[in-house]
């Protein structure tokens, strides 16, 4: 499987500049989509450094567009936009006269001191300094909540916003703060820029909006009357480009002559910032990265995962794959006459209205569905099922990189929305086997459907977590006598897997500890997230509940960092989901002590003949916890699990206890 992808890319990569060299300045434009959606989880100033990147790629600036969605409707994001489009005319020619990556500000100046780069330290001095009074300005802003009025004169888009507008009602809002049409749109050394487009989709309370998806297609209808550029590539807005020459790297897939015109997306694995050296919550997903995207390339290519992506724009509109299709990589509307800003700006606002989609297909067969947690994974599936095929490209230097969640609270609640979407797709009529069916290999759907599995994947954990422990506590024996043949099969799996996992880890560049680690995080998320996740998701076929989309926060504060950074699991507030996990790891501890009781009563011969396997198994599940109990007993800061948490899985521990005594579970 890995084969594959090493030639196709090595081929691919090697033809870059006959590639280029071919097309010349007829290079396919590129349309690049960002979302953000509420300035508080999300603050304009990270926006903005993404937006920054993403402009000075390698890549002719006439053929960039950079389109940001705000479904906040946030003026406050509005202003930081257009404090960056004046820095960009400073920060572009500075990244491609130095060529320094990577091209996010912050990121760059949070790694470089100048004396490495091709820039003098007194120019070097003088762009940090005009950033930092930037972001100043923008993060004085959002803390006052208030735009000073001697800056709203500066640009007709302020106008837009008037204090009966809020987040989820207001009207459609596109603003271009600069086109690279405009013979004015130019840097400080007189070379053009990359359009730059703000986009806030008219948000009514009476109208479903779609989250993401919606914002997406929203940005697929308003790029086609600015730019309409044959290839879209979308990120996240925490996820800033770490790689000046993606772009490059990306068409050569789509350009290649033998095999390009298969290729319908090209995506990127997901890379972060702020990952500790051991990885304490288990985020940053190398082996799912590095070996399991990978093995996808042999049936059909790996899943759309959101960020990170290049797609054919015609694929979005919902176009079928067939052998003897041709891109026109000079369609377009750049090289057009001139038209009227305004113009263009009005008609694109009536294709961001909250009634255009109605009795069309958007969501449905053209743009990215809808109906889904997880648009991009069934949007993907959608796209494999078309005939087309996809391709991941991993480079040595991350394409781009992102803020990784830093705290247990935040890890579960982007593990409850994977789990629960892609479960709900495996029971809709989207279900890889039923919608794939006779379209994609056997082995691609079964690759989609392990994701598919998670979050059922939570009641066998649950089982292995409560019910062996419960009959260690009881002397009841479950698995076979450690002298008989028939536990060899349990012998052989458990270490099998654990091996493996581990080779895998290592091999991915993780840490002894950070395997560790990642296999508690996988046992708390399964018995936590997985577990809500199966719940919120037959609730919703129920009917008894709606789809809901929580944001992120991209934001934690310096106390919660601190910890972070010392690799001490974050708690803090209570939740249901603490309880859970505090009530297992109490709960399997008890049933410890209770297992040491009855080999002290019953000998030796408890211990190695009748109950060995669910004495390790116990043992191995209170070593797991290990950093659970501290937060319960021995830490005293603020991020320890709280007291009412502790109280009430001691609680349900006794009441479990209790009922096992009375009415027998084992």
Request: charged share 20%; aromatic share 12%; proline share 5%.
């Amino acid at each position: 499987m890995q084969i594959f992808k090493h030639i196709f890319a090595t081929l691919s990569i090697n033809t870059v500049s006959m590639s280029f060299a071919r097309y010349g300045e007829r290079l396919p434009c590129v349309d690049i989509f960002v979302c953000t959606a509420d300035p508080q989880s999300e603050p304009p100033s990270l926006v903005i450094s993404t937006i920054l990147s993403l402009m000075a790629y390698d890549y002719p600036a006439e053929k960039l567009s950079v389109y940001l969605s705000d479904d906040g409707g946030s003026v406050l994001t509005f202003y930081a936009m257009w404090e960056a489009s004046s820095f960009a005319k400073h920060w572009i020619p500075f990244c491609k006269r130095c060529n320094i990556d990577p091209r996010s500000p912050a990121a760059y100046f949070s790694e470089s001191d100048g004396r490495q780069d091709l820039c003098t330290p007194k120019e070097w001095s003088l762009i940090k300094d005009m950033y930092d009074e930037m972001t100043e300005r923008i993060d004085t802003a959002v803390m006052s909540d208030k735009i000073p009025e001697e800056i709203k004169a500066n640009h007709k888009g302020f106008c837009e916003w008037n204090p009966e507008i809020t987040s989820r009602n207001h009207q459609p809002i596109v603003q271009i703060l600069i086109d690279s049409k405009d013979q004015n749109a130019v840097d400080n050394e007189g070379n053009v820029l990359p359009t730059l487009v703000y986009m806030a989709r008219e948000k009514r309370p009476q109208h479903h909006h779609n989250f993401k998806a919606g914002a997406m297609n929203a940005l697929i209808r308003v790029s086609s009357v600015i730019s309409n550029s044959p290839i879209i590539m979308n990120v996240d807005c925490d996820m800033y480009s770490n790689n000046k020459d993606t772009i490059r790297d990306a068409l050569c897939f789509f350009l290649d002559e033998e095999m390009g015109h298969k290729i319908g997306f090209v995506q990127y694995p997901q890379s972060y910032n702020n990952m500790t050296k051991n990885d304490t919550y288990g985020n940053s997903m190398l082996v799912i990265s590095k070996v399991e995207l990978h093995g996808f390339d042999s049936v059909g290519g790996p899943l759309y995962i959101g960020t990170g992506c290049f797609h054919r724009r015609e694929i979005l509109c919902g176009r079928r794959f067939t052998d003897d299709y041709k891109e026109d990589w000079y369609r377009g509307i750049k090289d057009k006459i001139q038209e009227n800003i305004y113009d263009i700006e009005e008609k694109a606002k009536s294709l961001a209205t909250c009634t255009y989609e109605q009795d069309m297909q958007w969501g449905d067969e053209i743009g990215l569905k809808y109906g889904c947690p997880v648009e991009d994974v069934i949007t993907g599936l959608a796209i494999h099922c078309r005939g087309w095929e996809s391709v991941l490209n991993s480079p040595t230097r991350p394409a781009f990189m992102g803020v990784g969640p830093s705290t247990l609270a935040q890890t579960l609640l982007q593990h409850k929305r994977w789990s629960e979407g892609n479960f709900s797709i495996f029971l809709s009529k989207y279900c890889p086997f039923l919608f794939g069916h006779g379209k994609i290999k056997l082995r691609h759907q079964m690759g989609y459907c392990i994701y598919g599995l998670w979050a059922p994947n939570s009641l066998a954990t649950l089982y292995y977590v409560t019910i062996p422990s419960l009959a260690l506590l009881k002397g009841t024996p479950l698995f076979p006598e450690i002298t008989s043949p028939w536990i060899a099969p349990f012998l052989y799996v458990f270490f099998v897997k654990n091996m493996y996992s581990l080779y895998e880890a290592l091999s991915c560049g993780e840490t002894l500890k950070g395997w560790w680690n990642g296999q508690r995080m996988w046992l708390v998320k399964r018995i936590s997230s997985y577990l809500y996740g199966v719940i919120d998701t037959l609730r919703k076929l129920l009917g008894l509940s709606q789809m809901t989309f929580a944001v992120s926060s991209k934001v934690s504060d310096e106390d919660v960092s601190k910890r972070y950074e010392q690799e001490i699991m974050e708690f803090g507030s209570p939740t249901p989901e603490y309880v859970i996990i505090a009530t297992i790891a109490l709960l399997n501890l008890i049933c410890l002590v209770g297992g040491l009781r009855h080999i002290m009563t019953g000998g030796w011969n408890v211990l190695f003949n009748v109950l060995p396997a669910q004495i390790f198994l116990c043992e191995l599940l209170v070593i797991t916890n290990i950093p659970l109990y501290e937060a319960m007993f021995l830490r005293k800061d603020k991020g320890r699990i709280p007291f009412s948490v502790t109280l009430a899985s001691i609680g349900f521990v006794v009441l479990v206890c209790l009922v096992e005594i009375l009415v027998p579970i084992v």
